[in-house]
């Protein structure tokens, strides 16, 4: 199967550099300049990962991230001249799954771009058995779908969304650090600062808490890290 990726960088040379690179691995390669192009490919076409620069003509590029995250559970690396530690936990918390800050090593950017379909392509394309879920309490994580369950209510789940519910409710009674659940989650994807878990953890209790400020799901284990906590 051919892997397809939409890249969506205004600054030509940075677009050219990336769009080459990616090439070279065997990977197609639509290259896009600006928003109102990058979500008009993205509705046409089928994608295998998206790199996404923040700040584009047209559509704004969080914009974009919303409107993807809301359709597709693709891999979205968003690259960024913002430096700012509140502008890449924004980034994540509205979806993304990794974020690469503006000089960034090409090398390093192939690297996570492997790291990420090669994770995608096991979720998504690996045969499994039709209805397979995992059932704790009154959650179930549909392992073929990527949704969870409460009820009559259905939520559609990022991959790493999936991933950590899937951890926790595969291992109840275990305390995780955040160093093991970049083992687990990330792997060699270079994600090593713990903002980057406790984002993605905040936004999956929006989507399985009641209330997501008193966790009863996902439990934080102060100087630890998190555990299950519902019902086994």
Known sequence: MQIRILLVEDD???NQLVCNALKKEGYT???C???LQAFQNFKNFDYHLVILDLMLPGIDGLDLLRQFRMDDN???MILSAKTEEMDKVYGLGLGADDYMIKPFSVSELVARVKA?????MILNHSERPNGRKI???DLELDL???TVSKGEQKQNLTRI???LLKLFMTNPRRVFTKTQIYDAIWEDSFVTDENTVMVHIRRLRTKIEDDPSKPRYIKTVWGIGYKWGGEE
Do not use: A, N, S, T
């Open 74 to 76: 693709v891999p979205i």
């Open 135 to 137: 059932k704790l309490g």
């Open 116 to 120: 990420h379909l090669r994770r995608y």
């Open 29 to 31: 390669v639509d290259p």
């Open 161 to 163: 969304e999936f991933e």
């Open 33 to 35: 300049y600006d928003g």
């Open 144 to 146: 073929h779908e990527y």
């Open 12 to 14: 030509q040379k940075i």
